[in-house]
């Protein structure tokens, strides 16, 4: 008889194979079927035939924008072009469909219009020819998959849609923070005397017109006390009870509420940087960024020739230390687009840089004509249009489906 131990271990491993085999049957795209590799005819375009009827249908593209070219012929010998009727219509995903007309051009139909990018479509063909229509539909799809919903969820692969952007062109610079000048104030007797009482101790957090001290006056005698002139921090105690003032700084109190982070600008950036500026900062230790802007600088330059520049940071919780080292991004200018995309959405397919459509459950590359690039964004100057649902987290695993796929297409 097996042991409690074993039959559990043989439940978890039936689990484990039951599992894989129901991952396996959704894996990122089905098993492509080999297909047989379609007719091509003597100028390499795809032959298409009813009958004793063929037209040969090319994608030609040396020296041109892509178009289609056609041969017709019957009985395998090549008609005259001019007694043809064609009309090729290009229904892409979710991008609409290019209905294309032809006209002669020598012993062949040139096509009216450029075939752009991805040349991945169904295609519709319709040929007339001494009073006879011919149809032919087949699909000539490339840089294309499906995933179904649930798995594309599994797999964290997340869209966006396309959008206009302002790009805020900035410079990154370095430096730490500061107290203010007037940040500390030293608190004094005012008469001469004995100070009876120190109220407050080392690290103290102290209010405006909070008690500090309990003084006797050498001359009168009268006890008198001191208040706190400002909010802040007891940053240092200088007398016990029981001691003379002597004229000595007593107590020091110092107000954080408010930090400045210097800034080195140095000379290659000095002529974008101005005051105003927006800055976004990022302190050590502190994961939240801070947002201000520049309030002054420093008017001498380093030894290193780097200017100061100065951002005041609210410090109000006390999240923030002097001596903190920090990292600005200071905006030079800014500046809209009207198309961008998130730059971890590319991929490269063929020799195009890409971005992957979704539409319903299937995903199809978008060759772009790209721009500046600004921050995480890059600017769109063709390929893609406003609205369009893309992927921009996980589109690897788009890339390497299609590649494992080996779909290509006519030309």
Not at 19 to 35: M, T
Request: glycine residues 8%; contains cysteine.
């Amino acid at each position: 008889m097996r042991s409690t131990f074993q039959i559990l271990a043989l439940i978890s491993t039936l689990c484990f194979v039951s599992l894989s085999a129901s991952f396996s049957s959704y894996a990122v795209s089905q098993q492509k079927v080999e297909e047989a590799e379609p007719e091509k005819g003597p100028n390499r375009g795809r032959m298409l035939r009813e009958d004793n009827f063929a037209i040969e249908l090319a994608i030609f593209e040396t020296g041109v924008p892509p178009e289609f070219r056609v041969w017709a012929t019957k009985d395998g010998k090549a008609i005259d072009s001019s007694k043809v009727s064609l009309n090729v219509k290009l229904i892409r995903l979710g991008d609409g469909t290019d209905d294309i007309g032809f006209y002669q051009e020598g012993e062949y139909l040139r096509g009216d219009m450029v075939i752009y990018e991805p040349h991945s479509f169904i295609v519709s063909v319709t040929a007339k020819y001494q009073g006879k229509t011919y149809n032919w539909q087949y699909d000539n799809f490339e840089g294309r998959t499906k995933i179904a919903g649930d798995i594309a969820q599994a797999m964290d692969i997340f869209t966006e849609v396309v959008t206009p952007s302002t790009f805020h062109e900035t410079v990154k610079v370095y430096g730490k923070l500061v107290l203010p000048s007037d940040a500390t104030s030293h608190v004094y007797a005012r008469f001469e005397g004995v100070v009876k009482t120190v109220h407050v101790k080392l690290g103290d957090t102290v209010k405006k017109g909070q008690l500090l001290l309990t003084v006797e006056s050498n001359e009168s005698l009268q006890s008198y006390q001191i208040f706190a002139s400002q909010n802040g921090i007891v940053s240092a105690v200088h007398v016990t009870s029981g001691e003379q003032s002597k004229g000595r700084a007593l107590l020091k109190i110092t107000n954080n509420e408010t930090l400045i982070a210097e800034l080195a600008v140095f000379p290659m950036d000095l002529p974008t940087v101005n005051i105003g500026a927006k800055t976004t900062l990022s302190i050590n230790g502190v994961e939240e960024k801070q947002l201000s802007k520049i309030d002054s600088r420093v008017l001498k330059i380093r030894s290193d020739q780097a200017k100061i520049f100065r951002v005041l940071v609210n410090n109000t919780e006390s999240l923030f230390s002097e001596g903190s080292f920090v990292s600005a991004e200071i905006e030079i200018g800014s500046f809209d687009v009207a198309i961008a995309v998130k730059r971890n959405a590319l991929q490269s397919f063929r020799d195009f840089t890409v971005v992957y459509a979704k539409v319903g459950d299937e995903y199809e590359v978008r060759m772009l004509e790209l721009g500046r690039i600004v921050g995480d964004e890059i600017e769109v100057l063709g390929g893609i249009s406003i609205g369009t649902e893309y992927v921009t987290k996980n589109s690897y695993i788009l890339k390497a489906d299609i590649e494992k796929s080996g779909a290509s297409h006519d030309h």
